[in-house]
């Protein structure tokens, strides 16, 4: 089963050439990851948005890769450079 990884981000305009940044070292740094396909980023101008996709063989594969790949933006302070945080909460149970 292939996995696919998002992560999206609303940075501040005074960071957004920062994130773009830190997601090239994590680009540099997935070179031999085992079971990455893919990895990348697109962005949405008129709103600000970008966002790092990757896309690996396996969930395992993804769960150790992604050990690596933090490492590279592991210095990334993300509560400053973003505009916009999201807390999610399951839906409740439908009976």
Known sequence: ?????QA???PKPEHRDDLV????RMRE????VPGLEQIGGFEDADGG???????W????????GMATLGGA??????????RQQ???????QVA
């Open 73 to 82: 933006i592991a210095d990334v302070p993300f509560a400053e450079w973003e």
């Open 57 to 64: 063989s396996s969930m395992a594969e993804f769960q150790a």
């Open 1 to 5: 089963m292939r996995v696919l990884a």
């Open 8 to 10: 999206v981000h609303y």
């Open 86 to 92: 999201h807390t999610l909460e399951a839906f409740p």
């Open 29 to 32: 740094a997935s070179a031999g």
């Open 21 to 24: 940044a830190a997601m090239d």
């Open 49 to 55: 948005r970008i966002i790092a996709i990757s896309i």
